[in-house]
């Protein structure tokens, strides 16, 4: 498993990125950083809050990816507990956002013993369109889990 740090550079950026490797080749990646939590939560301010969600930095795991032909074999397990090791300092819980209609990530994140907080309608995806980048509207899933969740 290597490591990128990049903790507290100019902009303030807080966090870690971690890259999977199989013979000298990248197979996944994975950063936590601390960040507000959830892309649309602005506008869902009450509604979060009523989920006792948190709307200060916290921890956040974020581009997790697993290449096509290594998956099922613990890459991606690896790397969330690598990511929650890393942030483990930095709060008592990690969160995640994925989006709602990914079945097999979520039951994943589930193995992993994550538990779903809300769905969040505000969030917005950049997909490659036919005029370059587009941002579109998305509903995503926000799920969090102890640090150490025995
Ligand atoms: C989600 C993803 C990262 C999982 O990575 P992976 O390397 O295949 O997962 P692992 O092999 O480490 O699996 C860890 C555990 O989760 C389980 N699991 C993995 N995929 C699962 C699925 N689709 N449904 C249910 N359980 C699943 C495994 O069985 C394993 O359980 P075990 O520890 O009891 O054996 C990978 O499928 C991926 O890159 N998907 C596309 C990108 C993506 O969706 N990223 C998340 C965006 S938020």
Redesign the pocket.
Known sequence: MGRWEKEEDDKGYKGRQFVAEINGEIVGWCEIRMSKFGIGVEQLSEFALSRNTSLSEVPLITN???EEEV???????KLVEAAIKAGSGWGKEVY?Q?EST?V??I??YR?LHFDVVFDDPACRRVDVGWLGWEEKRTVKTCMRRRVRWF
């Open positions: 997790l990816c697993v998956r099922g074999k613990g890459v991606g397990k995640l994925v990914n097999k990530a039951d994943f193995k």
